[in-house]
């Protein structure tokens, strides 16, 4: 499982970072010494663990396989949470994917306070970029950004059927 695991706790599977010697979530070093929880270096990563969280709650499960699309969806919103936190931002400070009743439940965490926006399109100009936040507000059953006194985190709700 390349160093990720996943835990479930009553109904709900969780994907964790890499862990220690010990079997305990490995911290990484913060800039002033302290302990930090791990997060995804890009967005391949963050769908990787995605895709081993999908893959541990469903392997073996007669007929409750998610569709090939709904797993394609579930991976576009997390690369393009965890890219907008890179890219608009300032860096991903936290990530964390679990399943519930309800489906896959993203948290993302980046250090700016801006909030994410839809940009007005001309058709005819054919712009590159910005849909990201177009397309996770199409994919999710809900999303929500809550202000942080650091940045700010974002929860998506994909729905698994």
Not at 59 to 66: A, H, N, R
Not at 93 to 110: H, K
Request: charged share 20%; proline share 7%.
């Amino acid at each position: 499982m390349n160093g990720d695991r996943e835990v479930s706790r009553g109904g709900r599977t969780t994907a964790e970072g890499p862990e220690d010697a010990a079997g305990q979530p490995a911290p990484e070093e913060s800039a002033g010494g302290g302990r930090m929880p791990s997060v995804p270096p890009n967005a391949a990563a963050a769908r990787d663990v995605v895709t081993r969280l999908l893959e541990s709650r469903f392997c073996g499960l007669g007929g409750e396989v998610p569709a090939d699309v709904v797993v394609a969806d579930a991976l576009l919103v997390t690369s393009e949470l965890v890219t907008n936190a890179f890219r608009h931002g300032g860096g991903l400070t936290g990530f964390s994917a679990e399943i519930t009743d309800e489906g896959l439940l993203l948290t993302v965490a980046d250090a700016s306070t801006r909030a994410p926006v839809t940009a007005e399109r001309d058709p005819a100009a054919a712009p590159v970029g910005g849909y990201g936040w177009l397309l996770v507000r199409r994919l999710t059953k809900r999303v929500s950004v809550t202000d942080l006194p650091d940045g700010k985190h974002i929860v998506a709700l994909v729905a698994l059927v």
